[in-house]
Each structure stands twice: as C-alpha cells, then as structure tokens.
C-alpha cells in the first residue's frame, strides 16, 4: 500500500518554505517512466507556475491542504475559467492542452496531481509566450494579478 501520510505532508510542506522555488513534492509513481504520474505538491505562496499547457495529457488536482486558484485560458490568452481548488472545488481535471496556471493561496498547501507519463518537461512552445520565466522580474505580477483574474480578463497585459 503507498500512502501519504498527515505527518508527511506537515513535512513536505516544511520543505517547500525553505525551498527557493517555494515547491516540493513527493512521487508515488515510481519512476518518472510511469505511465501515470501521481504526486503531491506542496506549493507555498509566492511560488510561481508560469502560464503552460501539457498537449499530451490531461492534469487532475485535487487539494489536499490550502487553498488554490486555477485559471484556464483560450488560445488568445483570455481567462475561460476559475476556480478556487479546496473552496469552489475539490477535484479539477484541466483537458490536454489547455492553456492554465495555480496559484497558492495558503501556508502549507498541498495539492495532488495525476497525469499521463511519461514525465516530460514542459517545452518551451507549451509556455504562454510573454510570460515571465521563474526567476524574471514580473513573476509578483503575475501572481497578483492570478489572484484576481476573473473570467473574460485577458493575459494581454504581457504583451
């Protein structure tokens, strides 16, 4: 049986605050060749998940402490959906290739993701062109404005 424990995720969560990305996770996949990628992320706020899309498969989260805004977009960069995952939402399935970004809203959030495997890094294309990249000046500003982005509101301030 695999499990994560309340314990382990008191400490991913303890690892993520002292992580410079703000992240940590914890596979029970067990190797990244997995067919099925399957993982909790503790992400504190201020990390940044930059504007991306996975055009092979399809990303399930569910939280499983905290908070978490979602934004999906079209392809012209315009918010088509939103949800706070743990308060709106419990579960959320992104369709592949689906431009979207997460946001943290909690101290201490954790979140589960399952897709498709392989792992396969993000390439370049399948980042929302303008966006900054993690460590570029603008990242505050995007979070900020994921915080409250609504539905119709356009990434087009990145252009």
């Known amino acids: 049986m695999k499990q994560i424990t309340r314990v ?9 605050s002292q992580a410079p990305r703000l992240r940590a996770n914890r596979n029970l996949h067990p190797e990244l060749q997995d067919p099925v990628q399957r993982l909790a992320i503790a ?13 092979h498969t399809f990303e399930l989260l569910t939280p499983l402490n ?10 012209e960069g315009q918010v088509t959906a939103r949800t706070i995952l743990g308060e709106d939402s419990a579960v959320l399935e992104t369709p592949a290739n689906t431009w979207h970004a997460v946001l943290s809203l ?3 959030g954790v979140i589960f993701e399952v897709k498709q495997g392989a792992y396969q890094p993000v390439a370049a294309e399948d980042f929302w062109p303008g966006s900054p990249a993690e ?6 500003q995007v979070m900020a404005w994921y915080e409250v982005a609504q ?4 990434l087009a301030f990145l252009n």
Do not use: C, K, W
Request: charged share 25%; hydrophobic share 35%; proline share 7%.
């Open 8 to 16: 382990e995720l008191v400490e991913l969560a303890a690892q993520a």
């Open 43 to 55: 992400m504190e706020p201020g990390t940044y998940v930059r504007v991306h899309r996975h055009p």
């Open 66 to 75: 905290g908070r978490f805004v979602v934004l999906n977009f079209d392809d």
């Open 106 to 108: 909690d101290v201490s």
């Open 135 to 140: 460590g570029e000046p603008g990242t505050e």
């Open 151 to 154: 539905v119709g509101d356009s």
